[in-house]
């Protein structure tokens, strides 16, 4: 007779087939695809993408769809979002452990936790960054306030984190106090598949950053630095315009480029085809303010190009590892003279340092640790005080 597997009941403002939203829906794919094998998964979230109000085509709403052998999901439409509806829901099924994606989101965080909470099942929050001091740099006196309501209220009284690493775990007793309760357990990654190092491309480098238009993934530092880069190149921009008050600039700023410096923004792309895309560029660069994981950065080191990134991200010490180079923001003049000496490499020292992305982002993967982990964190480790 078979063991039933624990039910893990995931709440999460936008998941797939949408991708606008980056990071926490690459996080929680990664997770039932690891996973699947041990646990059942019922996802909750919105029938729409990241900044859009056009339904998903094709996938009916308000109620459960088979998405995978082991997971199912609810694409609730935005006439249905209440907290009667919420509560329906919640009410109708038969789970083991709640996992709250994100902090601020009153759909998809706040009122879940208000609601499950009641329930008295085990519940997990997974912060996604969303506590580290980067993240404050977008209305951080809203979220100050809601952390002061939240603390004096107690709304995590009882309630476990998960921490994607050591910092954030920090971070996240910070603003909420010592006595919450933290489990570290790094993201999964996309499963790697194994290939040969890469080839440089002929003539100008090509070099590639895949993120957001947004203040917080920097897309204007990495232009500003262009601006000092001596060897000719090419940069491709691929991501969403979040910000366009933030694009505009970056844009006037492209146009002041010299000539030997080419920069083309491709616009939005799914996260199923940014694996493909990938392999036809040299170099990948992020100079974003932080990242709590940064899955770009990860599925860069799989398809073997090495990164430029900043010091702001759990990804350090690469130079010494042949992975490329963490620098810190505010040197726009050395990190131009990186993307030089990037632009000057020879095809027998990148092809090296290709096999070492490979080699790493192989081994981060099959990490037999990275799994326990994760799989610890729905094993009971948390539960409700009573």
Known sequence: MAVKKPVILITIDWFLPGTASGGPVRSIANMIAHLGGDFEFLILTRNTDYQSTEPYPEIPPNTWVQFDPHTKVYYMSADRLSRKELKRVFD???????????VYSWFFSIMPLQLL????????VSARGMLNPQAFTVKPLKKKVFLALAKTLGLYKGVGFHATNEDEALHIWKQLGKQVKVQVAPNLP???ESGPPKELHGGQRKWVTVARIAKEKGTLNIIKALLKVQE?????????VYDNDYWEPCRQLILELPDHIKVNYKGAV???????????????VLLSEGENFGHAIFEAFSQ???VLISDQTPW?????????WDLPLEDAKRIASIMDQANLMDGDTYRNWSA???AFARSFSEDPDLMNKNKALFLGAFKPKE
């Open 117 to 124: 909470k009641g329930l008295k099942k085990p519940i997990l």
């Open 232 to 240: 000719p190149m090419v940069l491709d921009l691929f991501g969403p």
């Open 190 to 192: 996309r499963k790697v």
């Open 304 to 306: 073997g190009l090495p």
């Open 270 to 284: 799914s996260g199923d085809q940014i694996p493909h895309l990938l392999k036809d560029y040299d170099f990948f």
């Open 92 to 102: 109708s099924l038969d789970f083991d452990l709640a996992y709250i994606t994100g």
């Open 316 to 324: 350090k010490n690469l130079k010494a590892r042949s992975l490329g």
């Open 356 to 358: 070492s992305c490979l």
